[in-house]
């Protein structure tokens, strides 16, 4: 079946420094990434669609120069926490999609999540 | 903002079917409903889909009304490893996105 990679799963870092989070589809190409956060029991809230090539759609609320995407090729996307706070940690999951054939839905699969924790 | 209302939790005994409910009444007739789970602070597995007949596979059962404005996912041998948040979520058509409810947290206990 179709695997989704994140790179760290876990990560620690200091307030005021750049974290990159990795998104990888492994054995199919994505056209298509979403980025999602997900704090302690709550629901996964999206906040963004990153389409390889172009410039990513950023939901309403979210920071775009805060959170910075890159979807550099069809297999990767990476998420960017700049100048950290600690009200950024929280749980980060990215998906992928195939590419869409017309008139075909095809699913989206998630990646493991990356847990940031800001100091 | 989700167009699905799940029940909060609900238990099954290990060995007996799941039956998980779901309202989406403002589905769009091009719009799927789809069903992930998410076992604690892993990623969303996806399930299954459909859009308005019923589908089977390895893991469940989707039963769709015939107006669409219900559904409900089925694990017909729910067994300890089932436990999780259940996610039913209507995906837009012209944008692909899942937007998350508050899901249905399935406890299957012995």
């Known amino acids: 079946g179709a695997v989704v990679s994140q790179h760290p799963s876990r990560v620690i870092c200091k307030s005021g420094t750049s974290v990159k989070i990795e998104c990888r589809s492994l054995d199919f190409q994505a056209t298509t990434m979403f980025w999602y956060r997900q704090f302690p029991k709550k629901s996964l809230m999206l906040m963004a669609t990153s389409n390889e090539g172009s410039k990513a759609t950023y939901e309403q609320g979210v920071e775009k120069d805060k959170f910075l995407i890159n979807h550099a090729s069809l297999t990767l996307s990476t998420l960017t926490v700049t100048s950290a706070h600690p009200e950024d940690s929280s749980f980060y999951i990215c998906?992928?999609?195939?590419?869409?054939?017309?008139?075909?839905?095809?699913?989206?699969?998630f990646g493991p999540g990356t847990r940031l924790t800001v100091l | 903002d989700a167009k699905t209302t799940q029940p909060p939790s609900m238990d099954c005994a290990e060995g007996r079917a799941a039956n998980l409910p779901c309202n989406h009444s403002?589905?769009?007739?091009?719009?799927?409903v789809y069903w992930y789970r998410q076992i604690h602070s892993q990623g969303p597995q996806y399930i299954i889909h459909?859009?308005?007949n019923n589908e089977t596979n390895e893991m469940a059962s989707l039963i769709i009304t015939e107006d669409r404005k219900s559904s409900t996912l089925i694990l017909p041998h729910a067994t300890l490893r089932d436990t999780a948040v259940y996610y039913c979520i209507v995906r837009e058509y012209n944008t692909d996105k899942l937007i998350f409810g508050t899901g249905t947290r399935l406890q299957v206990f012995p």
């Open positions: 998906s992928a999609q195939n590419l869409r054939l017309a008139g075909v839905y095809n699913e989206q699969f």
């Open positions: 459909g859009l308005k």
């Open positions: 403002t589905i769009s007739g091009n719009e799927y």
